[in-house]
């Protein structure tokens, strides 16, 4: 099942920061070895955001499967060498940056999920990643959910530390915090991430 476009307005509300608390800078124009498509943004915390565009039309297919439960997995660009791994099955998705956790986390609709990716930085190296599910149920007109997910490395999975409504007041600055709150903390992963709002 390829993604199919969505509306320019549905677009916009698949970024991670697509609001006007987003900051988000204009697209970076010239070298794009990591893909990014934004400079990152300074912030006084010492942290900061970059964004780069997930098109499952462009992703490497890993392993598909088109019969009766259809199910795929993606490898696609991300940031440098840091791939994204999306998994597809039952109509819902999950992202995996850096490596597969082998948890496929997504929501109990059927859902898409947004274009965009932001990365939180670290001295300029990624340490999670934002992205935003869309449901496409129908049971919940226009509901969206912000995930927070850590980098994977060998050695060390990432991990789900968040999911938050998408109408939660300033849900891209909380899904920052929750990012850097786990870097501020080891990254540490939580038994099971903090929902906020109608995130499940």
């Given at each position: 099942?390829?993604?199919?476009?969505?509306?320019?307005?549905?677009?916009?509300?698949?970024?991670?920061?697509?609001?006007?608390?987003?900051?988000?800078?204009?697209?970076?124009?010239?070298?794009?070895?990591?893909?990014?498509r934004?400079?990152?943004?300074?912030?006084?915390?010492?942290?900061?955001?970059?964004?780069?565009?997930?098109?499952?039309?462009?992703?490497?297919?890993?392993?598909?499967?088109?019969?009766?439960?259809?199910w795929?997995r993606?490898?696609?660009?991300?940031?440098?060498?840091?791939?994204?791994?999306?998994?597809?099955?039952?109509?819902?998705?999950?992202?995996?940056?850096?490596?597969?956790?082998?948890?496929?986390?997504?929501?109990?609709?059927?859902?898409?999920?947004?274009?965009?990716?932001?990365?939180?930085?670290?001295?300029?190296?990624?340490?999670?990643?934002?992205?935003?599910?869309?449901?496409?149920?129908?049971?919940?007109?226009?509901?969206?959910v912000?995930?927070?997910?850590?980098?994977?490395?060998?050695g060390?999975?990432?991990?789900?530390?968040?999911?938050?409504?998408?109408d939660?007041?300033?849900?891209?600055?909380?899904?920052?915090?929750?990012?850097?709150?786990?870097?501020?903390d080891?990254?540490?992963?939580?038994?099971?991430?903090?929902?906020?709002?109608?995130?499940?």
């Open positions: 099942m390829l993604r199919t476009a969505l509306p320019l307005a549905a677009a916009c509300l698949a970024f991670a920061g697509c609001n006007s608390q987003s900051n988000e800078p204009a697209p970076e124009n010239g070298d794009d070895k990591t893909a990014s934004t400079p990152p943004v300074p912030e006084p915390s010492g942290f900061a955001s970059t964004y780069t565009d997930l098109e499952l039309a462009k992703c490497e297919v890993l392993e598909e499967n088109r019969e009766e439960g259809s795929a993606y490898r696609c660009p991300g940031f440098g060498d840091i791939p994204l791994l999306v998994q597809e099955g039952d109509g819902r998705f999950d992202l995996d940056a850096g490596i597969d956790d082998d948890d496929f986390q997504t929501l109990g609709a059927f859902n898409d999920i947004g274009d965009t990716v932001e990365w939180r930085l670290d001295a300029g190296k990624p340490f999670a990643v934002i992205f935003r599910f869309i449901d496409v149920a129908g049971e919940t007109p226009d509901r969206t912000l995930a927070v997910e850590t980098v994977g490395r060998e060390a999975l990432g991990c789900r530390l968040a999911q938050l409504s998408g939660t007041p300033d849900a891209n600055q909380r899904a920052r915090d929750a990012a850097d709150a786990a870097a501020a080891g990254f540490a992963c939580p038994e099971e991430p903090e929902f906020t709002g109608n995130a499940r």
